[in-house]
């Protein structure tokens, strides 16, 4: 195994260091970039550093990037389906599906995921007969639920008005397909169609951005507009999806974020951020023999403002090399919720242990996803206002009053969605009966654990379980340091013992404490 290969091998995520890529610009807001020249006037002429101006360079720098990828690409479910599906739509809609869950996920993850899905809906028309219920299971811990959402609203829309064929170029893509924005357009009109039209991502956009020192907000308006140019200009002609295809493996496992590994790279001879570096270098090894006064500053294109150089106030910093590009925005900070969890437990009729789960709206976050009781908490609250929450949410959903010493205390859980820093303030309660429940606004089931586990909850509920069910393994098992952060200890006034059933008459009729 050669040393490109034994990176690829490696398994890095397709978009370096975050899902698709550790990207400077998410893969959303390229997907939501129209392409845009049409914004405010027409830009300036980018200066020559920033340019591939130089044919026979194009065409050298094309040749050095198949030939590697030849050699080097990973073997991937989606690749050779690309490859070995001779009906058009198969393939299209093969090359769909794996570009949406490679979104923001791992390449190793989502090759399960892909071949259960492709098994378990090989067509469109598979798919478009599923329902939400069965691609939320299929979809569960994979993330961003909305994808699988819309990738069966799109296969439906296909279905039902286009006559079962997928639109054949990626202008038609991105209009007629929901959830389809410009890179998933073009990676699916380029590897499945050959159309020659270049493609975007965090990969993508951190070797460009080396390539041809772009050091400006590689998420601003001009510097995403620069690189869609770029890329179209740049894609083979014979080859489209090919080259797309290598230059995001080139990203994912050579160019990557921290550690690029540029003396194996097979295009360094065009790199520009590389050449800055070696330059750098040898002025900084003649100053060091007294060959040279100074070391100078590295240069910038020369141009004035250029909105592709790096901002004034943040120049090149040699100790980072190549890594001085891209420039990331200020990440946005997630915002910080709470929210109150129960799990509520019962035996069911053969002895195993069951849970109740109720049903999300079917829009917003993790929509029509399964979870334990929950209800949002306001920031601030002390401890036994955020169990009161809790309590007047339960009763308002069974309309029978809930004694809050009820509740068992388990602990804290927290969850990171892209944009959400979630903690689940989570209690359990166990019932020896069944509960009556509003099911008007949330359809509830009770499920075993393995039925919980294959059913469509998301990743911070199986959290919930897992934290549950280690407290209940700590209480019974010998006695040991206990994690619990807070909150009723076992056997305190008012909280279940381990191993005891809270009655159902207890459940609903216990006065509430002081
Ligand atoms: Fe990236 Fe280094 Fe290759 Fe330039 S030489 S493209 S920085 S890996």
């Given amino acids: 195994m050669g040393p490109l290969r034994a990176a690829a091998a490696r398994g890095l995520r397709r978009g370096g260091g975050g899902g698709r890529g550790a990207a400077p610009a998410a893969p959303a807001a390229l997907?939501?970039?129209?392409g845009s020249a049409a914004r405010g006037g027409r830009p300036a002429p980018p200066a020559a550093l920033h340019l591939f101006g130089d044919p026979a360079e194009v065409e050298a720098l094309r040749g050095s990037l198949l030939a590697w990828y030849d050699e080097c690409k990973r073997d991937l479910p989606w690749r050779a389906l690309a490859v070995t599906e001779p009906d058009v739509n198969r393939r299209a809609y093969a090359v769909w599906v794996s570009e949406i869950m490679l979104q923001q996920t791992q390449v190793a993850t989502v090759i399960d995921y892909y071949n259960r899905w492709m098994q378990k809906w090989p067509t469109l028309?598979?798919?478009?007969?599923?329902?939400?219920?069965?691609?939320?299971?299929?979809?569960?811990?994979?993330?961003?639920?909305?994808?699988?959402?819309?990738?069966?609203?799109?296969a439906r829309k296909v279905v039902s008005e286009l006559a079962g064929q997928m639109p054949r170029t990626a202008e038609d893509l991105q209009k007629l397909l929901p959830g389809v924005g410009r890179y998933t357009a073009g990676a699916i009109a380029s590897i499945s169609y050959g159309q020659a039209t270049g493609v975007v991502d965090g990969n993508v956009i951190r070797v460009l951005c080396r390539m041809r020192c772009i050091g400006a907000d590689s998420s601003s308006p001009p510097v995403i507009d620069r690189l869609w140019a770029m890329a179209n200009a740049l894609v083979d002609r014979s080859r489209p999806g090919d080259f797309n295809q290598?230059?995001?493996?080139?990203?994912?496992?050579?160019?990557?974020?921290?550690?690029?590994?540029?003396?194996?790279?097979?295009?360094?001879?065009?790199?520009?951020?590389?050449?800055?570096?070696?330059?750098?270098?040898?002025?900084?090894?003649?100053?060091?023999?007294?060959?040279?006064?100074?070391?100078?500053?590295?240069?910038?294109?020369?141009?004035?403002?250029?909105?592709?150089?790096?901002?004034?106030?943040?120049?090149?910093?040699?100790?980072?090399?190549?890594t001085n590009f891209p420039r990331k925005a200020a990440?946005?900070?997630?915002?910080?919720?709470?929210?109150?969890?129960?799990?509520?437990e019962r035996r069911g009729r053969r002895g195993a242990l069951e849970y109740l789960i109720v049903q999300r709206p079917s829009s917003g976050l993790l929509a029509g996803l399964w979870e334990f009781p929950s209800v949002p908490l306001a920031p601030g609250l002390q401890q036994e206002q955020q169990r009161e929450?809790?309590?007047?949410?339960?009763?308002?959903?069974?309309?029978?009053?809930?004694?809050?010493?009820?509740?068992?205390?388990?602990?804290?859980?927290?969850?990171?969605?892209?944009?959400?820093?979630?903690?689940?303030?989570?209690?359990?309660?166990?019932?020896?009966?069944?509960?009556?429940?509003?099911?008007?606004?949330?359809?509830?089931?009770?499920?075993?654990?393995?039925?919980?586990?294959?059913s469509a909850v998301s990743t911070a509920m199986k959290k919930v379980l897992r934290a549950c069910e280690r407290q209940h393994g700590e209480e019974s098992g010998p006695a040991k340091g206990s994690k619990r952060k807070r909150g009723a200890k076992p056997g305190a006034a008012g909280s279940t013992r381990p191993g005891t059933q809270l009655s159902l008459r207890t459940f609903l009729r216990a006065p509430n404490p002081p």
């Avoid at 994808?147 to 069966?152: A, D, I, S, V």
């Avoid at 050579?254 to 003396?263: E, H, Q, R, S, Y």
């Avoid at 990440?331 to 509520?344: F, H, I, N």
């Fill in 31 to 34: 997907e939501g970039s129209k």
């Fill in 125 to 154: 028309q598979a798919l478009a007969e599923a329902s939400l219920e069965e691609v939320n299971e299929l979809w569960a811990g994979l993330g961003y639920y909305s994808r699988g959402k819309r990738l069966q609203e799109a």
């Fill in 331 to 344: 990440k946005k900070q997630p915002r910080v919720e709470q929210t109150a969890t129960c799990v509520l």
């Fill in 389 to 454: 929450v809790l309590v007047d949410h339960l009763q308002a959903w069974t309309g029978q009053p809930v004694a809050a010493g009820s509740l068992r205390f388990i602990g804290e859980v927290v969850h990171v969605f892209s944009h959400i820093h979630q903690t689940y303030v989570v209690y359990s309660l166990s019932l020896d009966g069944d509960v009556t429940l509003d099911l008007a606004s949330s359809p509830s089931r009770w499920v075993t654990e393995e039925e919980f586990r294959a």
């Fill in 246 to 322: 290598a230059l995001m493996e080139l990203g994912a496992t050579v160019c990557t974020p921290k550690a690029p590994l540029c003396g194996e790279c097979p295009v360094k001879q065009h790199c520009r951020a590389r050449l800055r570096v070696e330059k750098e270098l040898a002025l900084a090894s003649q100053k060091l023999l007294g060959k040279l006064p100074v070391v100078p500053d590295v240069e910038d294109c020369g141009v004035g403002g250029c909105p592709l150089c790096p901002p004034a106030a943040e120049p090149w910093d040699s100790s980072l090399g190549v």
